[in-house]
């Protein structure tokens, strides 16, 4: 590992601890304080709309007064915002905590550029998995926390999530050098770290939907990210109503251990094994292959309501959604000139803030009304339609460079 790397690797895994901490027990909680199942699932959609709005700013503050000033606000944004949401009283105040983790979140991304500023072209892709490392180690191990400590009250783990994110404020201050200076770019290039653009610049991004490689994959990525956001803003309250353990309903307990149990599946096969599949079987098949794995998996998830039925659902799934986002995201990334990847990296995770807005909604409206099949259902739709897509972003004869060339012309 780089070692001018490994302050932001402790920082991000902090981070993801306390994140993976409120992840299994959000929606429930906010259930708690009086939240109808639609009210609660868009906390998650609240939260991405003031992301997709703040994260541009943030990454262009970034880049002009350092990252290490913007990603110390961004912790006192996430330290105050979990204080907030372990103290509410009403649901008001939790989306007033949502909003604030929303407006300042910009950790990751931040964190993606300091890491693309400390390395080397040849050496970045494995630098950027180190983001990747960092959250099998923190959806593996922060899920597991939450089963634990539920039993000394809901607002528990949100409590050592503050925690958390304040350690990770003491390891930005200690341990990150003084200001990081950015690269001079000419203003039209992409800076390494990514040029954001903001939600008012939506025109920009038009030019690489007129890609029809590059259009195929993105479409594929909105619907990953579809699929993804139904099943992370619902199934706390799906599992609530549908699976029974010890005879009692799941609980952030069972949900959290259950989440572990994925987060250590993902950990194996992003600690190495991704890498021989991809030699084996090439990216693009891989790409299908997990698609496949999730349409299966959530087919498994709507019509069980057993909790082997459970589990076996999530191992299949668990494989998709490790291998999708990963190859997809480096697909995408090949598929763009060298001057463009920042730009692109921006749009996939604007398409991810899109998706995270829409998602939870339907998810909601769906959980609202105990229809629980359907939830699955229209989870296991959106994973097909990604998988559909996959024949128009797979041109097997055709190398990234020849991509980008005949993208360019």
Sequence with gaps: MNRALIPIFLIVLVDVFGLTLVLPLQAIYAEKLGASALQATMLVSVFAVCQLVASPLLGSWSDRIGRKSVLIFSQIGAVIGYLAMASASSIWMLYLARVI???????????????ADNSEAKDRAKSFALIGIAFGIGFFIGPALTGMLVRYGLAAPIFVAAFMSALSLVCTLVLLPGEVSVRSAPSDVALPGGKRLSIFEWRAYLQYFERPVLRAMLIQFLFFAMCFSVFMSGFSLYAERRYVYDGHPFSPREIGYL???????????????IGRLVKRFGERSLVVSGFISIVVGFVILASTD???GLVISTTISTYGNA????????????SAARHEQG??????????SVAQ????????????????????AMAAVAALLGLLMAPLGSQKAVSAAQVVATDAE
């Design 323 to 334: 291998v999708v986002r990963p190859i997809l995201s480096s697909l995408i990334s090949q």
């Design 259 to 273: 989440f572990a149990y994925s987060g250590f599946l993902g950990l194996i096969l992003q600690g190495g094994l």
């Design 306 to 308: 057993t909790v082997a």
């Design 343 to 352: 730009t692109v990296i921006g749009l996939t995770q604007s398409l991810q």
């Design 101 to 115: 983790q929303g407006t300042t979140a910009g950790n990751l991304s931040i964190a993606q550029a300091y890491i």
């Design 357 to 376: 807005i829409v998602a939870p909604f339907l998810a909601g409206l769906l959980l609202e009304h105990h229809m629980l099949w359907q939830w699955g």
